[in-house]
C-alpha cells in the first residue's frame, strides 16, 4: 500500500512539476519573455527566419474589401510600387504592404503616443503612460482625427488604409507573428484611424514637445533682465536665415498683439519676476535650373532623427488616377510624406518655433477645481485615465484641463523630462489643436506646380516644417509652415502668466503670412532648422532655434552660392559635408590662448602629451571624418570649456536651479571678443580664473581623457572610435542593431551624425522631362530582425552613397530590378 501511494505521489508531483513548468515557460514574467513560446520550433522565434519575402513571378492574393484588383511590383531593395484604379485601393494597398513589414513598429508607435505600453510590458512604464496621456497626445490625436474625418477624400484615405493594415493581421497566425509580438508576449489588435493620428502626434512632441521655458524663467529670476538680454538674445550675432533678410514682403501684416505692462515692466527691470516653485538638426535644399548641369532644378533633403531599426521611413511608390507618387512614408500614416512626382519634389526640416508655452496657474483652493483667470474663477475639466496594466489593476489618473491646455504634473512629482515641465501649470500646445496635415500630402503627393504646393501647406498645423520645394516649372521655394500663433515679442520665452487674458494667445499668423522664399536671386533655397527669417520679419516666432543650426546653414549657403553646374551628386556629397565652421572659427583663437601668456597657470610644455595635440590639432583641417584624430580632441575640448565657463553660473549642481547655458552663438561671442568677461571666473573658487587658463585646463582634460581610454596619441584617437555612431533596435535588444559605425559627422555639421542622431533619410531629386532621383536611408524596408532586408541599405548610407531609386511611369512598364509581381484581388 505505502508503495502505491508513493507511486501516485511521485507521478502527481511530476505532473505538477510539469504543469508549472509549461506555465512558467509560456508566461511572460516581468521583463522576461515566455521562453516556452519564444523558443518553440513551430511557433516561436525560428518561424520569423525569412529566406525570400517576394517569390519571384506574379502572385494573386484574395484580400476582402477591394473594389478593383491592384498590383504591386516590388524591386530589388523591396519597394512596393502599389498601381491602383482608385483611392480607397490604392491606400488599402499601401497600408496592406506597409504592415507586412513594419507591423510592429507602426503598433508599438501607436501604444506609446496613446499612453498604452504598461499594458505590453507592466508597471515599469506606468510613467511613461501617465506622461503622453498628461502631454495631451491622444487629446490632440483624437481632435485632428475628428476634423479629418469630416473631409470625405481623407476619410477615404484614412479608413482604407486601416482597412489595408487589419487584412494583413487578419492572415496572422501564432507561428507568423512578428518577432518582438513573441518577445512581449501580445498580438496585435485592429487598426484604426485613431492609430495613425497617434503615430503624428508622436513626431509633433519628438520635434515640437521640448521647452525651456522653466529654464528660462529661472534664469531671469536669478540675474535679472539685463543678464538675459546679453547672454539670451533675441537674435545671435551670426545667423543666416532661411528667408534672407531683405526679401520684400507680399502681404499686409496683422497688428500684433502689445505686450502687457507687467511683462514689460518686469523685462526692464522695474519690477520684480514672481517665479513659479534633446540635439537634432537636418538640412533641406533646392537649386534653380540656372545652377544645374541640365537647366533644371534639383532638389535634396536629409531629416535627422534618432538612429533606430526598424528605420523611421518606409519606401513606397502610389499610382492611381491623378496621382504618381515616390517617397517615403511613415509606418502607420498613408501617403508619402517626404518624395516627388513627374512635375515636383519636396521636402521638411523642422521649424523650431515656439509653439509650446506654459502658464503659470492659480488654483481657488487644494482641491484645484476652480483657476483664476480674467477677473473670475473658472472650472477645471477633469478628466479621468484608465491606464491598463499588464499584472497588476488598472491605475487610474486624473488630468487637470484649462482653457489653455492639460495641467501636465498638478502636484510636485520627478517629471518625466526634467526641467522642462513645471509643476501645476497648464501647457498650450499647437499639437492640442485640430489640424488636417493629411489633406497637406495627398495634395503635395499629386502638385504639379507652386500655386499646388502652397495650396497643399494652407492645412498644415504640426509639427511646424521648412517645406522646400522644386518644380520641372523652373520654381523653387521653401516655406516655414504650420499653424504659428500670433503673439507679442518674446511671448512664451519664459513662463506666462495664467491670470491675465493678455498673456493668452490671441489668434494666428495667417498661413499666406508664413515666412516664404520663391526663386530668389541668389539662385537656390535652403533650411538647417535655423532662424526662419531676420529681424525684418514682421512677426515673432521664436528666439532660439539650436546650438548648431547657424553652423549648418552657413556651411550649406557657403557651397550653394559657389556651385555651378550642379549634378545630383554634387547634392550627394554636400549631404556628407563634415567640415564644421565652428571649429574653423575658433580654433585659431584656442590655440592662441593656449600658447599665451601663463597668468598663473602652467603653460604647454615642449614634451608634454599636449603639445604634440596641438601639433596635431594645427594641421587639421576642420573636417569631422571619420578617421580624422583632431575632431575627438577638439570636441571635448570645446566641450569642457563651455562648462567651464558656464557650469558654475548655470549648472544644476552649482546653483540648484534647472537653468540652459547661454547659446553657442554667444559663447564664440566670448571666447572671441570678451576674454575678461566676469563670467570666465568661477565663482566657486577663491581665485579668479581668466580665460587662458581655462583653455589650458580644457585641453589637459581633453588630452587626459583620451589618453587614458585609447593610449597615446595615435589611430585609436579616431572621431569615428570617439563618437561611436549605434543604430539600435527600438527596444534596444543586444546583436538586432549595429554599433560603432565608422562615419564621419557630429553636432553642428551638414552631415549632422552623432552618437544616436543623423540622416534618417537622404535624397537627392533631378527634375525634368524625365525625374531621376536617388535615395537611402539606414535599415531596410523590412522590420523584421530575420530577414535580409533588415538591414540591407545601412552600408550604403554609412559610405555616403545613394541608391537610384525606381519610378515606374506604369503598371506594364519594364525594368529588370522589378523582381516580382503581385495582383492583389477580392
Same mark, same amino acid.
Given at each position: 500500500?505505502?508503495?502505491?501511494?508513493?507511486?501516485?505521489?511521485?507521478?502527481?508531483?511530476?505532473?505538477?512539476?510539469?504543469?508549472?513548468?509549461?506555465?512558467?515557460?509560456?508566461?511572460?514574467?516581468?521583463?522576461?519573455?515566455?521562453?516556452?513560446?519564444?523558443?518553440?520550433?513551430?511557433?516561436?522565434?525560428?518561424?520569423?527566419?525569412?529566406?525570400?519575402?517576394?517569390?519571384?513571378?506574379?502572385?494573386?492574393?484574395?484580400?476582402?474589401?477591394?473594389?478593383?484588383?491592384?498590383?504591386?511590383?516590388?524591386?530589388?531593395?523591396?519597394?512596393?510600387?502599389?498601381?491602383?484604379?482608385?483611392?480607397?485601393?490604392?491606400?488599402?494597398?499601401?497600408?496592406?504592404?506597409?504592415?507586412?513589414?513594419?507591423?510592429?513598429?507602426?503598433?508599438?508607435?501607436?501604444?506609446?503616443?496613446?499612453?498604452?505600453?504598461?499594458?505590453?510590458?507592466?508597471?515599469?512604464?506606468?510613467?511613461?503612460?501617465?506622461?503622453?496621456?498628461?502631454?495631451?497626445?491622444?487629446?490632440?490625436?483624437?481632435?485632428?482625427?475628428?476634423?479629418?474625418?469630416?473631409?470625405?477624400?481623407?476619410?477615404?484615405?484614412?479608413?482604407?488604409?486601416?482597412?489595408?493594415?487589419?487584412?494583413?493581421?487578419?492572415?496572422?497566425?501564432?507561428?507568423?507573428?512578428?518577432?518582438?509580438?513573441?518577445?512581449?508576449?501580445?498580438?496585435?489588435?485592429?487598426?484604426?484611424?485613431?492609430?495613425?493620428?497617434?503615430?503624428?502626434?508622436?513626431?509633433?512632441?519628438?520635434?515640437?514637445?521640448?521647452?525651456?521655458?522653466?529654464?528660462?524663467?529661472?534664469?531671469?529670476?536669478?540675474?535679472?533682465?539685463?543678464?538675459?538680454?546679453?547672454?539670451?538674445?533675441?537674435?545671435?550675432?551670426?545667423?543666416?536665415?532661411?528667408?534672407?533678410?531683405?526679401?520684400?514682403?507680399?502681404?499686409?501684416?496683422?497688428?500684433?498683439?502689445?505686450?502687457?505692462?507687467?511683462?514689460?515692466?518686469?523685462?526692464?527691470?522695474?519690477?520684480?519676476?514672481?517665479?513659479?516653485?534633446?540635439?537634432?538638426?537636418?538640412?533641406?535644399?533646392?537649386?534653380?535650373?540656372?545652377?544645374?548641369?541640365?537647366?533644371?532644378?534639383?532638389?535634396?533633403?536629409?531629416?535627422?532623427?534618432?538612429?533606430?531599426?526598424?528605420?523611421?521611413?518606409?519606401?513606397?511608390?502610389?499610382?492611381?488616377?491623378?496621382?504618381?507618387?515616390?517617397?517615403?512614408?511613415?509606418?502607420?500614416?498613408?501617403?508619402?510624406?517626404?518624395?516627388?512626382?513627374?512635375?515636383?519634389?519636396?521636402?521638411?526640416?523642422?521649424?523650431?518655433?515656439?509653439?509650446?508655452?506654459?502658464?503659470?496657474?492659480?488654483?481657488?483652493?487644494?482641491?484645484?477645481?476652480?483657476?483664476?483667470?480674467?477677473?473670475?474663477?473658472?472650472?477645471?475639466?477633469?478628466?479621468?485615465?484608465?491606464?491598463?496594466?499588464?499584472?497588476?489593476?488598472?491605475?487610474?489618473?486624473?488630468?487637470?484641463?484649462?482653457?489653455?491646455?492639460?495641467?501636465?504634473?498638478?502636484?510636485?512629482?520627478?517629471?518625466?523630462?526634467?526641467?522642462?515641465?513645471?509643476?501645476?501649470?497648464?501647457?498650450?500646445?499647437?499639437?492640442?489643436?485640430?489640424?488636417?496635415?493629411?489633406?497637406?500630402?495627398?495634395?503635395?503627393?499629386?502638385?504639379?506646380?507652386?500655386?499646388?504646393?502652397?495650396?497643399?501647406?494652407?492645412?498644415?498645423?504640426?509639427?511646424?516644417?521648412?517645406?522646400?520645394?522644386?518644380?520641372?516649372?523652373?520654381?523653387?521655394?521653401?516655406?516655414?509652415?504650420?499653424?504659428?500663433?500670433?503673439?507679442?515679442?518674446?511671448?512664451?520665452?519664459?513662463?506666462?502668466?495664467?491670470?491675465?487674458?493678455?498673456?493668452?494667445?490671441?489668434?494666428?499668423?495667417?498661413?499666406?503670412?508664413?515666412?516664404?522664399?520663391?526663386?530668389?536671386?541668389?539662385?537656390?533655397?535652403?533650411?538647417?532648422?535655423?532662424?526662419?527669417?531676420?529681424?525684418?520679419?514682421?512677426?515673432?516666432?521664436?528666439?532660439?532655434?539650436?546650438?548648431?543650426?547657424?553652423?549648418?546653414?552657413?556651411?550649406?549657403?557657403?557651397?550653394?552660392?559657389?556651385?555651378?553646374?550642379?549634378?545630383?551628386?554634387?547634392?550627394?556629397?554636400?549631404?556628407?559635408?563634415?567640415?564644421?565652421?565652428?571649429?574653423? &572659427?575658433? =580654433? %585659431?583663437?584656442?590655440?592662441?590662448?593656449?600658447?599665451?601668456?601663463?597668468? +598663473?597657470?602652467?603653460? #604647454?610644455? !615642449? *614634451?608634454?602629451?599636449?603639445?604634440?595635440?596641438?601639433?596635431?590639432?594645427?594641421?587639421?583641417?576642420?573636417?569631422?571624418?571619420?578617421?580624422?584624430?583632431?575632431?575627438?580632441?577638439?570636441?571635448?575640448?570645446?566641450?569642457?570649456?563651455?562648462?567651464?565657463?558656464?557650469?558654475?553660473?548655470?549648472?544644476?549642481?552649482?546653483?540648484?536651479?534647472?537653468?540652459?547655458?547661454?547659446?553657442?552663438?554667444?559663447?564664440?561671442?566670448?571666447?572671441?571678443?570678451?576674454?575678461?568677461?566676469?563670467?570666465?571666473?568661477?565663482?566657486?573658487?577663491?581665485?579668479?580664473?581668466?580665460?587662458?587658463?581655462?583653455?589650458?585646463?580644457?585641453?589637459?582634460?581633453?588630452?587626459?581623457?583620451?589618453?587614458?581610454?585609447?593610449?597615446?596619441?595615435?589611430?585609436?584617437?579616431?572621431?569615428?572610435?570617439?563618437?561611436?555612431?549605434?543604430?539600435?533596435?527600438? &527596444?534596444? =535588444? %543586444?546583436?538586432?542593431?549595429?554599433?560603432?559605425?565608422?562615419?564621419?559627422? +557630429?553636432?553642428?555639421? #551638414?552631415? !549632422? *551624425?552623432?552618437?544616436?542622431?543623423?540622416?534618417?533619410?537622404?535624397?537627392?531629386?533631378?527634375?525634368?522631362?524625365?525625374?531621376?532621383?536617388?535615395?537611402?536611408?539606414?535599415?531596410?524596408?523590412?522590420?523584421?530582425?530575420?530577414?535580409?532586408?533588415?538591414?540591407?541599405?545601412?552600408?550604403?548610407?554609412?559610405?555616403?552613397?545613394?541608391?537610384?531609386?525606381?519610378?515606374?511611369?506604369?503598371?506594364?512598364?519594364?525594368?529588370?530590378?522589378?523582381?516580382?509581381?503581385?495582383?492583389?484581388?477580392?
Amino acid at each position: 500500500m505505502l508503495r502505491f501511494v508513493l507511486r501516485w505521489t511521485k507521478a502527481l508531483l511530476a505532473l505538477g512539476l510539469a504543469v508549472a513548468l509549461t506555465w512558467g515557460l509560456n508566461t511572460k514574467h516581468g521583463d522576461v519573455p515566455p521562453f516556452g513560446k519564444l523558443l518553440s520550433p513551430f511557433r516561436g522565434f525560428w518561424q520569423n527566419g525569412e529566406v525570400a519575402e517576394a517569390r519571384p513571378g506574379p502572385q494573386t492574393l484574395r484580400l476582402p474589401g477591394l473594389r478593383q484588383p491592384v498590383q504591386v511590383r516590388f524591386d530589388d531593395q523591396r519597394v512596393p510600387h502599389i498601381f491602383a484604379q482608385n483611392d480607397h485601393d490604392l491606400y488599402y494597398a499601401q497600408g496592406y504592404v506597409t504592415a507586412r513589414d513594419r507591423l510592429w513598429q507602426m503598433d508599438f508607435i501607436a501604444h506609446v503616443a496613446a499612453g498604452r505600453l504598461a499594458e505590453i510590458v507592466g508597471p515599469a512604464r506606468l510613467e511613461t503612460d501617465r506622461f503622453f496621456r498628461r502631454m495631451g497626445l491622444p487629446f490632440g490625436a483624437r481632435k485632428s482625427l475628428d476634423l479629418a474625418m469630416t473631409d470625405p477624400v481623407i476619410r477615404t484615405v484614412l479608413t482604407s488604409y486601416s482597412e489595408g493594415v487589419n487584412a494583413y493581421i487578419g492572415t496572422l497566425t501564432p507561428q507568423t507573428l512578428p518577432f518582438e509580438y513573441k518577445l512581449l508576449d501580445y498580438a496585435p489588435e485592429p487598426w484604426e484611424p485613431l492609430k495613425s493620428c497617434l503615430i503624428t502626434k508622436y513626431m509633433a512632441f519628438d520635434l515640437s514637445g521640448r521647452s525651456d521655458d522653466l529654464r528660462m524663467s529661472n534664469a531671469l529670476a536669478r540675474y535679472g533682465p539685463a543678464v538675459i538680454k546679453d547672454l539670451f538674445p533675441d537674435y545671435p550675432v551670426q545667423e543666416d536665415p532661411v528667408v534672407p533678410v531683405g526679401t520684400p514682403l507680399d502681404f499686409q501684416p496683422l497688428p500684433v498683439p502689445p505686450t502687457p505692462p507687467g511683462f514689460a515692466a518686469a523685462m526692464s527691470g522695474q519690477v520684480p519676476q514672481n517665479e513659479p516653485d534633446p540635439e537634432l538638426g537636418s538640412n533641406n535644399f533646392a537649386v534653380s535650373g540656372a545652377k544645374s548641369a541640365t537647366g533644371y532644378p534639383l532638389l535634396a533633403n536629409d531629416p535627422h532623427l534618432q538612429l533606430n531599426l526598424p528605420s523611421i521611413w518606409y519606401q513606397v511608390q502610389l499610382a492611381a488616377p491623378g496621382v504618381n507618387v515616390y517617397g517615403v512614408s511613415i509606418p502607420g500614416t498613408p501617403m508619402a510624406v517626404i518624395g516627388f512626382n513627374e512635375h515636383v519634389a519636396w521636402g521638411v526640416t523642422n521649424v523650431a518655433a515656439d509653439v509650446l508655452d506654459w502658464y503659470q496657474l492659480k488654483f481657488k483652493d487644494s482641491s484645484r477645481r476652480e483657476y483664476w483667470h480674467d477677473g473670475r474663477w473658472k472650472p477645471v475639466r477633469r478628466v479621468v485615465e484608465r491606464i491598463k496594466v499588464r499584472g497588476r489593476p488598472d491605475r487610474l489618473d486624473t488630468v487637470l484641463y484649462t482653457h489653455h491646455g492639460p495641467v501636465v504634473y498638478d502636484k510636485p512629482e520627478k517629471p518625466f523630462l526634467a526641467g522642462q515641465v513645471p509643476i501645476a501649470h497648464a501647457m498650450r500646445w499647437t499639437a492640442h489643436d485640430a489640424a488636417n496635415e493629411f489633406r497637406t500630402f495627398y495634395r503635395l503627393n499629386r502638385a504639379r506646380t507652386y500655386p499646388d504646393y502652397t495650396a497643399a501647406l494652407s492645412t498644415y498645423g504640426s509639427p511646424a516644417q521648412n517645406f522646400v520645394f522644386a518644380s520641372d516649372a523652373q520654381d523653387i521655394a521653401l516655406w516655414p509652415n504650420g499653424h504659428f500663433p500670433l503673439k507679442w515679442r518674446d511671448q512664451g520665452k519664459f513662463i506666462l502668466d495664467g491670470t491675465d487674458p493678455a498673456y493668452d494667445w490671441q489668434g494666428w499668423i495667417p498661413a499666406a503670412q508664413n515666412p516664404h522664399v520663391k526663386n530668389p536671386p541668389r539662385q537656390f533655397v535652403a533650411s538647417s532648422n535655423q532662424f526662419s527669417t531676420g529681424p525684418d520679419y514682421p512677426y515673432y516666432l521664436n528666439w532660439d532655434y539650436g546650438n548648431g543650426s547657424y553652423d549648418r546653414a552657413h556651411r550649406l549657403n557657403e557651397r550653394l552660392a559657389r556651385m555651378s553646374r550642379a549634378t545630383p551628386d554634387s547634392l550627394r556629397m554636400l549631404q556628407n559635408d563634415n567640415l564644421s565652421v565652428t571649429a574653423r &572659427l575658433l =580654433l %585659431p583663437r584656442l590655440l592662441a590662448l593656449a600658447a599665451g601668456p601663463a597668468n +598663473g597657470d602652467t603653460l #604647454v610644455a !615642449a *614634451t608634454a602629451p599636449e603639445a604634440r595635440v596641438l601639433a596635431e590639432l594645427r594641421r587639421w583641417n576642420y573636417m569631422y571624418d571619420a578617421n580624422a584624430l583632431s575632431p575627438s580632441v577638439y570636441d571635448l575640448w570645446f566641450g569642457n570649456l563651455v562648462q567651464r565657463i558656464w557650469g558654475d553660473d548655470f549648472g544644476l549642481k552649482a546653483t540648484g536651479l534647472e537653468m540652459r547655458f547661454p547659446a553657442r552663438d554667444r559663447t564664440k561671442t566670448l571666447l572671441l571678443h570678451e576674454e575678461n568677461s566676469p563670467w570666465v571666473d568661477d565663482r566657486r573658487t577663491p581665485q579668479r580664473e581668466t580665460l587662458p587658463q581655462l583653455v589650458r585646463r580644457s585641453l589637459r582634460f581633453a588630452t587626459d581623457s583620451l589618453t587614458r581610454k585609447y593610449g597615446p596619441l595615435g589611430p585609436k584617437w579616431a572621431w569615428k572610435n570617439q563618437k561611436s555612431t549605434d543604430i539600435l533596435h527600438m &527596444l534596444q =535588444l %543586444p546583436g538586432f542593431g549595429h554599433m560603432d559605425l565608422d562615419c564621419g559627422g +557630429g553636432a553642428g555639421i #551638414v552631415n !549632422a *551624425t552623432t552618437e544616436r542622431t543623423g540622416p534618417s533619410w537622404r535624397m537627392v531629386v533631378a527634375l525634368g522631362p524625365r525625374v531621376r532621383a536617388y535615395g537611402v536611408f539606414p535599415g531596410g524596408q523590412s522590420g523584421n530582425p530575420g530577414s535580409a532586408a533588415y538591414d540591407n541599405m545601412l552600408e550604403t548610407w554609412r559610405v555616403g552613397q545613394l541608391n537610384e531609386l525606381l519610378f515606374l511611369r506604369s503598371a506594364g512598364e519594364a525594368n529588370p530590378r522589378v523582381r516580382a509581381t503581385w495582383t492583389l484581388a477580392n
